[in-house]
C-alpha cells in the first residue's frame, strides 16, 4: 500500500491566490521530506529538502519566498505556492525516504493557475 | 557534479522480450542505486533497490550492478504492454539527495 500521501490530488486557482500542498509520512516518521516538480515530458526537478524542526534547504534557482515550506511534525511537510502565476502550473510530487535510504513518492498534486 | 545519464529512448521491444535499461553515474563513491518505474501522468513507484555489485532479481525484474564500472541496468523479462512506462535510475551520492537520471520512455509492443 501507499507509505506517502499527498493532498490535493489536484487543484485548480486563479492566478495571484495562494495553494498548500499536504504531503504524509504513512506509518512511519519522517525527518526530512524532499519535493519535486515535474513539468509535461520533462524529468524530475529537485525543488528543495524539507526539513523537520529547520529551515528548508532550496535547490539554485527555487525562490524560497514563493514556495514555503513547513515541516510541522515528522509526519507531515506542506508546500505553499504563494501568488501562484500559470508558469506555476506543473506537477508537484513529494517524497520521504524510508528505511534509510530508500525514497517513497507522493502520488502528486497536479496545479493548474488560470 | 554529481550525474546520473540514461538513454531518453524511446526503448522499444516486443511483448515477451527482455527490455535493458542502462544508466552510468559519475561518483565512483556512490552505494546505493533504485530503479523508479513513472507512468504517464503518475508519480514514481520504486521497482529495485541495489548496493552490492552484481545481479538482483525480483520477479520478472533484475538489476544488475558494477561499481567498477558504474554502471547499473535493470532488465525485464517477458515484457507486457502494461510495462510500458519511463524508469527513472536513481543513485545516492554520500549525504546528498537521491540524483535522478532523466529517464527511459519503454514502449512494449503488443
Known amino acids: 500500500g501507499a507509505v506517502v500521501s499527498q493532498h490535493p490530488s489536484w487543484v485548480i486557482c486563479k492566478s495571484g491566490t495562494s495553494v498548500k500542498i499536504e504531503c504524509r509520512s504513512l506509518d512511519f516518521q519522517a525527518t526530512t521530506m524532499f519535493w519535486y516538480r515535474q513539468f509535461p515530458k520533462q524529468s524530475l526537478m529537485l525543488m528543495a529538502t524539507s526539513n523537520e524542526g529547520s529551515k528548508a534547504t532550496y535547490e539554485q534557482g527555487v525562490e524560497k519566498d514563493k514556495f514555503l515550506i513547513n515541516h510541522a511534525s515528522l509526519t507531515l511537510s506542506t508546500l505553499t505556492v504563494t501568488s501562484a502565476h500559470p508558469e506555476d502550473s506543473s506537477f508537484y510530487i513529494c517524497?520521504?525516504?524510508?528505511?534509510?535510504?530508500?525514497?517513497?513518492f507522493g502520488p502528486g498534486t497536479r496545479l493548474t493557475v488560470l | 557534479q554529481k550525474e546520473v545519464e540514461q538513454n531518453s529512448g524511446p526503448l522499444s521491444v516486443p511483448e515477451g522480450a527482455i527490455a535493458s535499461l542502462n544508466c552510468t553515474y559519475s561518483d565512483r563513491v556512490s552505494q546505493s542505486f533504485f530503479w523508479y518505474r513513472q507512468y504517464s501522468g503518475k508519480s514514481p513507484e520504486l521497482i529495485m533497490s541495489i548496493y552490492s555489485n552484481g545481479d538482483k532479481e525480483d520477479g520478472r525484474f533484475t538489476a544488475q550492478l558494477n561499481k567498477a564500472s558504474q554502471y547499473v541496468s535493470l532488465l525485464i523479462r517477458d515484457s507486457q504492454p502494461s510495462d510500458s512506462a519511463t524508469y527513472l535510475c536513481?543513485?545516492?551520492?554520500?549525504?546528498?539527495?537521491?540524483?535522478f537520471g532523466k529517464g527511459t520512455r519503454l514502449s512494449v509492443i503488443a
Open positions: 517524497s520521504a525516504p524510508k528505511d534509510t535510504d530508500t525514497q517513497y
Open positions: 536513481a543513485v545516492k551520492f554520500g549525504n546528498t539527495p537521491l540524483v
